[in-house]
């Protein structure tokens, strides 16, 4: 349907730019979800830009994936010609969007992004991270205004170096002086603010964070440097000063430029729909979420979340919890009954009365609970320690240097000193943080694991103990199958039962349909079958009285059940008799017994929190061994308390999870880790993001950040090889200004590539498999 | 040797325009996605043209 579309309008090319343009529309199209995008309210608050004939607006579509997605994408206006201009934004995974909206709604817009299989993710956090940006702005006006005087001042000092003091065209000098001296004035007042405000931001706070000799370092350059070129003495240090600003801020920003398509801070809101289709008076009406009052009526299709707590009044709700609970499959629900937010309707559409406002649900009060107020409190990092020593030890030196030259020459004093504090600023140190911690998040993010920034590195390497979700973590959310435990079946009553689940359309119904499809083919009549919705079957079928469901319902007709059967099993009774169940399971990942092993051995503790029910208690010792501590039924709430209790305990905990009822033990964690199966869909808030099928290599990319301190050990070795070097010509005070312009860029350049080359050979474990 | 003044003057403006362009070009964005417009200047819309009349 999609490729008839594309032919009408002679598109299709899309088809020969990729071999596998591998685009599917999801599901069945249905045009009434968007029914919400008529309310105005709703429209404002997507809409960027409006003119009577032009509508600007943006959407994230995670789906873009190669060339011919961002081709089909902007050419839109070939298909519908009220789209006047579509721009996509590739690493983002944005398009902007320009229509004309006397020839199309915003709402026929999404139906067709929809159609040609880019359904827009659309939630009330929207454009958050267009905030973002503008910082990145500044900081590169930083880069380029740095690197353009740094180049100057250069070139301009070569003449100085090279003359050996013969230049004797003595105005000539001054006037490259004095251009150096206005070029660096932008370098000192603009780009290298920033460590200015945060040396005094950290030194109101009474602590010496790295910034501060930095900026110690700078201020003494610049005012020796001036004192030189006023009292005609020298050139002054101008291009090594604005030399490392350069680096150091090309550095940061290398650091800094992280994953711009990924968000990693979604409260609830981001999960919820934006509107949702309220009946008042027998009308659909359409309205945002915020405006949804208690009592209300709401309609919702297939496919559509909850919105709210709220009673269930028509028949035919299929409620697929496993986001919220952890549940594995979906449950019926009787009228009458209470369905939580955030469960999502899979059978047809139903009727449902709210009963608490959005914010106060089961599953959004979670977000309201003090321990979640308060922000993650971020250890501050070993360089700042690092940076204190090297700071005392650099004072002891240019003091101690100081006291030398007055016993011998006193007119030295001061060009030792001020060369001590030039030559050995923690520069390096902060160039090696930040170009491994960019190395290193660029090779995890290869490796499908992207951490929110560096210091969630750190916090890694600090980690004793891993708390595991099971459901959509070490279990696959697709994958599911059906196991049969009990007496054998004879051929007629398999016959018979499929029979009768064949008339039902409950998905565990279908589901044993299909595991007995593979034992039996025929099927036979039956005499009398009974419903009950929520609770199981009850047929006669031949010679046969079958009651197959939840145990509570073959309970309820005489049949005695264990009461470990709970959860997502059926049982099956035949004439009375209780002959076994069915247990639906979520395939385990491949590599997860070897993973938890390899973890293990290193010395982590682990545990395992499932809100599931305990029937796979024996299969998952089994499979990971009886060490592990394991909590089943655990409800978010629950969750979030048993991390609170093992960082009480001393310990750095680190969570791994996927859905919503893991989110409050994400956020709490230290290290909060997102499992996701589709493409960065649905991530509560974390600290990194992990592609479900990298789970199993888990230890390995563990293994890989903790290296990064490592490395930055190494090389910091090597940069105070440089500084003693330095060291030596400062202290006899013989610092020239060509010394000291060419071991800084030295330094700087293989201090970058020694980063890069020994987060590479590191990173051989992660890479092996790409 | 004066005139190496003027150049210098001279070549110090040309670098500060190129500076110049370097803001303006984050200013107006052109910054922000390093990947899409390598994809989007391959797009050929002749090809379609033609199939048109063809067809």
Redesign the interface.
């Known amino acids: 349907m999609v490729y008839t579309l594309l032919e009408e309008n002679g598109m299709c090319q899309y088809y020969d730019l990729t071999s596998m343009p591998g685009i599917t529309a999801k599901g069945l199209f249905v045009s009434d979800k968007f029914n919400y995008l008529d309310n105005k309210a709703i429209q404002d608050q997507l809409i960027q830009f409006k003119l009577a004939d032009q509508v600007h607006v943006v959407f994230y579509l995670p789906q873009i994936h190669c060339v011919s997605c961002v081709w089909l994408l902007e050419h839109l206006h070939k298909i519908n010609t009220g789209i006047i201009q579509s721009t996509t934004h590739f690493e983002k995974k944005e398009i902007k969007i320009v229509f004309n909206p006397s020839l199309i709604s915003l709402k026929q817009v999404v139906q067709l992004l929809a159609f040609v299989g880019y359904e827009p993710v659309i939630h009330l956090g929207g454009n958050d991270w267009l905030k973002k940006k503008k910082v990145n702005k500044k900081q590169l006006y930083k880069i380029g205004i740095a690197g353009f005087c740094f180049s100057n001042i250069m070139m301009l000092s070569f003449p100085e170096y090279l003359s050996n003091n013969a230049l004797e065209l003595g105005s000539l000098r001054h006037f490259f002086i004095y251009i150096n001296l206005l070029l660096s004035l932008p370098v000192l007042l603009y780009s290298a603010r920033d460590f200015f405000i945060s040396a005094y931001t950290g030194l109101r706070q009474k602590w010496l964070n790295i910034d501060a000799p930095i900026a110690l370092a700078i201020t003494v350059t610049f005012s020796r440097s001036v004192y030189e070129i006023l009292s005609q003495t020298g050139a002054g240090y101008l291009d090594s000063m604005s030399g490392i600003v350069f680096f150091m801020l090309i550095g940061r920003w290398f650091q800094d430029k992280s994953y711009d398509s990924f968000a990693f801070d979604r409260d609830y809101n981001s999960f919820f729909p934006l509107g949702v289709t309220v009946l008042e008076e027998g009308k659909e009406v359409n309205k945002p979420l915020s405006a949804l009052l208690k009592g209300e009526l709401v309609f919702l299709r297939a496919d559509e979340m909850i919105p709210a707590d709220a009673i269930l009044l028509t028949e035919g709700a299929l409620i697929d919890y496993s986001f919220v609970t952890g549940e594995n499959a979906p449950i019926e629900v009787a009228i009458g009954q209470l369905v939580y937010a955030g469960g999502i309707q899979k059978g047809r559409s139903i009727q449902v009365e709210v009963v608490k406002p959005v914010g106060q649900s089961y599953i959004t009060e979670l977000w309201n609970s003090p321990v979640l107020k308060n922000e993650k409190n971020i250890e501050k990092s070993f360089v700042h320690p690092w940076s204190q020593y090297f700071t005392i030890v650099l004072l002891i030196i240019a003091f101690s240097s100081g006291m030398y030259w007055s016993l011998y020459d006193t007119s030295k004093i001061l060009p030792a000193v001020t060369a001590v504090l030039i030559v050995a600023c923690p520069c390096s140190l902060l160039l090696t943080v930040t170009f491994t911690y960019g190395n290193v998040l660029r090779w995890l993010g290869n490796a499908k694991f992207y951490c929110k920034n560096a210091a969630v590195i750190e916090a890694i390497d600090k980690i004793d103990t891993i708390v595991f979700d099971k459901t959509g973590t070490l279990t696959n959310h697709e994958d599911t199958h059906l196991e049969y435990h009990g007496m054998v079946l004879s051929e007629a009553e398999m016959i018979a039962v499929k029979s009768v689940t064949r008339e039902s359309l409950h998905p565990l119904s279908k589901m044993i349909t299909q595991f007995l499809m593979l034992e039996v083919s025929d099927l036979t009549s039956f005499q009398k079958i009974e419903n009950f919705i929520g609770k199981g079957t009850k047929a006669l079928c031949n010679e046969y009285e079958i009651l197959i469901g939840s145990s509570s319902f073959l309970k309820s007709n005489g049949i005695p059940c264990h009461d470990s059967l709970q959860g997502a099993l059926v049982c099956l009774a035949i004439n009375g008799e209780l002959k076994g169940y069915f247990a639906v399971n979520h395939a385990y990942r491949d590599g997860m017994d070897k993973m938890v092993k390899c973890l293990q051995d290193k010395g982590y503790r682990l545990h395992l929190l499932s809100g599931d029910h305990p029937i796979e208690k024996a299969h998952l010792t089994h499979l990971l061994g009886k060490e592990i501590p394991m909590f089943f039924e655990t409800s978010p709430a629950d969750k979030l308390a048993y991390i609170q209790k093992l960082q009480n305990q001393g310990h750095k905990v680190m969570m791994v999870g996927d859905g919503l009822n893991d989110a409050g033990a994400l956020k709490k964690s230290n290290v909060g880790i997102a499992v996701t199966d589709q493409t960065h869909l649905f991530t509560p808030a974390s600290d990194a993001i992990l592609e479900g099928r990298e789970i199993k290599e888990l230890h390995h990319l563990i293994d890989y950040a903790k290296k990064a301190k490592l490395i930055i050990s190494y090389i910091f070795i090597l940069s105070i090889l440089y500084n003693i070097i330095g060291m030596y010509f400062a202290t006899s005070a013989r610092l020239s200004p060509m010394v000291a312009a060419i071991l800084m860029p030295i330094s700087s350049i293989s201090i970058v590539a020694l980063s890069a080359l020994l987060s590479f050979l590191f990173s051989y474990k992660i890479r092996a498999r790409n | ?1 004066g005139v ?2 003027i150049l ?1 003057i001279v070549s ?1 403006l040309v ?2 325009g ?2 110049l362009a ?2 303006w070009s ?2 107006t964005g052109q ?6 417009p390598s ?2 200047i ?2 050929d819309d002749e ?2 043209i033609k ?2 009349e063809i ?1």
């Open positions: 040797m190496i003044v210098i110090v670098a500060g190129f500076l370097f803001l984050v200013k910054m922000d996605d390093d990947y899409t994809v989007r391959l797009f090809l379609i199939k048109k067809l």
